[in-house]
Nanobody, 121 residues
Framework: QVHLEESGGGLVQAGGSLRLSCAVS????????MGWYRQGPGKQRELVAT???????MYADSVKGRFTISRDNAKLTVFLQMDNLTPEDTAVYYC???????????????WGQGTQVSVPS
């Protein structure tokens, strides 16, 4: 069983910053790609950023230059530093990881419960 615990969401004024964390626990043999997705009010869930095990990153166009994803492989944690936040960033942010629970096991997608980020207009 793999569990993802997100933290760091909250209410922040436009132009402010937040740092999200997602700690992975449980029977984890290896983590592959880790990422953040978000779902705004009345919108579909969308990709925000991903990071591979060797540190290669990818960002949605809407957050490039403002958000930074990073990870600590030893601590099984992924972070999302969000700067210069705007009301359009208001959403529930979900952590996602691709993990194996044993050496010969399949890669499985796991999701966190989500953390709310609110940027009032």
């Amino acid at each position: 069983q793999v569990h993802l615990e997100e933290s760091g969401g909250g209410l922040v004024q436009a132009g402010g910053s937040l740092r999200l964390s997602c700690a992975v626990s449980g029977t984890v043999f290896r983590l592959n790609v880790m990422g953040w997705y978000r779902q705004g009010p009345g919108k579909q869930r969308e990709l925000v950023a991903t990071i591979t095990r060797d540190g290669s990153t990818m960002y949605a166009d809407s957050v490039k230059g403002r958000f930074t994803i990073s990870r600590d492989n030893a601590k099984l944690t992924v972070f999302l530093q969000m700067d210069n936040l705007t009301p359009e960033d208001t959403a529930v942010y979900y952590c996602n990881v691709d993990a194996r629970t044993r050496w010969s096991g399949p890669w499985i997608d796991y999701w966190g419960q989500g953390t709310q980020v609110s940027v009032p207009s």
